[in-house]
């Protein structure tokens, strides 16, 4: 547990001040993180944990409680019901004109079931762990499962944290590249063996998809942690990038055994992941209710957003979602983005009552100019 510095070198939703080193932790401690984990996780303190549901990325269609007939159509309609398989791609843009929304980041973090935190791991350790990991992300039925076409690129850490490193510009500049602390400046080196363990950056990598817009980081922090960011030509496209995180994620639960835990769902080194390990993560430009920081903090809260002004005043702001427990991933997906939805819709609001504002003025400006050069005989009153 470590005090906030004014650095922030970690993203301070990452950890909450907190990380878990190994899964005794939440036995041994749980007079104090259980307290912790419902405030983060927008629940009441008096409020029992539920037991986590099963995962569920997508919706599934119920179509009625008896089996169809064997030899029916897949298409026929049964009860006036239509048959058809359940979907694993969602199209939802939250922001056709680009305007509001200018960037987006949908992270899922996993722990494989044998094996504690990387903090915790041997050499060895990280090795088998980096190969279980590579072994299924590096195939082409990985590839085939987010809709790719072509296999992608493993870069191990140190390649991502040589100076200058091509790979590293590439994932900053799209979202993609988790903070990272400096392990050889020594007034980082103790946070860096705190959070990573005294190995780094040995046995650690990341796999790029051929697009650039899919990664798996390996043994940074969580054994892994897949993120997705949007294209720039369509930002707000969170159901695309949603979609894709889903099926990496389905095929993954299908060949690796990962920790679990019947009331957190997915245990984690960061408390504010537990549960699903899903994070949203939007950059929106909102220059009418940046104005108000703290109204608009309110704002987000009320809807279960976490808000990063960043150190300066412009109108560019971060939002993600609080909860990731004790709902199953399509439900915080649709709860997000009704939550982002609403939010562009108030910046909407602001901007075209501030526009008819100004139009109203102008409208009397230019009456009042009107009426004195009439008055003066220069324009004839008709």
Request: aromatic share 8%; charged share 20%; glycine share 6%.
């Amino acid at each position: 547990m470590k005090k906030a510095t004014k650095e922030k070198r970690l993203d301070e939703d990452l950890n909450v001040g907190i990380v878990i080193p190994d899964y005794d932790v939440f036995v041994v401690f749980q007079e104090f993180l259980v307290p912790l984990i419902k405030d983060v996780h927008c629940m009441e303190g008096t409020q029992p944990l539920m037991p986590h549901p099963a995962m569920q990325f997508f919706p599934r269609y119920a179509i009625n409680d008896q089996q169809p007939d064997a030899a029916a159509s897949p298409t026929a309609s049964n009860n006036g019901n239509i048959l058809r398989e359940n979907p694993d791609s969602v199209q939802l843009n939250l922001d056709t004109s680009g305007k509001y929304i200018t960037g987006c980041v949908i992270e899922c973090a996993r722990n494989l079931d044998a094996y504690e935190f990387p903090l915790n791991l041997g050499i060895a350790q990280l090795e088998q762990v980096e190969r279980l990991i590579t072994a299924r992300v590096l195939s082409m039925d990985f590839v085939h499962a987010t809709g790719e076409t072509e296999l992608g690129t493993y870069y191990s850490m140190n390649e991502i944290l040589e100076n200058p490193s091509e790979i590293r510009t590439i994932l900053a500049t799209n979202g993609l590249l988790i903070p990272l602390l400096d392990h050889t400046d020594p007034y980082q080196t103790a946070e860096s063996i705190a959070i990573n363990g005294r190995y780094w950056p040995y046995g650690r990598g990341v796999y790029v998809s051929v697009d650039g817009s899919l990664v798996v980081w390996v043994n940074a922090q969580d054994h892994l942690r897949l993120l997705c960011c949007t294209g720039s030509k369509d930002p707000a496209a969170i159901g695309a990038a949603y979609s894709k995180v889903g099926r990496a994620m389905n095929f993954l639960e299908e060949w690796i055994l990962f920790k679990h835990s019947y009331f957190l769902g997915c245990l984690l080194s960061r408390p504010s992941f537990l549960g699903t390990g899903l994070k949203f993560t939007l950059t929106l430009v909102l220059p009418h209710l940046c104005k108000e920081k703290e109204n608009l903090r309110h704002l987000c809260v009320v809807r279960g957003l976490q808000l990063f002004t960043g150190d300066g005043d412009g109108p560019t702001v971060r939002m993600c979602n609080m909860r990731s427990l004790a709902q199953t991933e399509w439900q915080l997906f649709q709860d997000f983005s009704s939550a982002i939805t609403n939010v562009v819709a108030l910046e909407k609001e602001l901007s075209m009552s501030n526009s008819l504002h100004i139009a109203a003025t102008l409208l009397r400006i230019f009456r009042k100019k009107k009426h004195s050069l009439a008055a003066d005989g220069a324009v004839p009153q008709n």
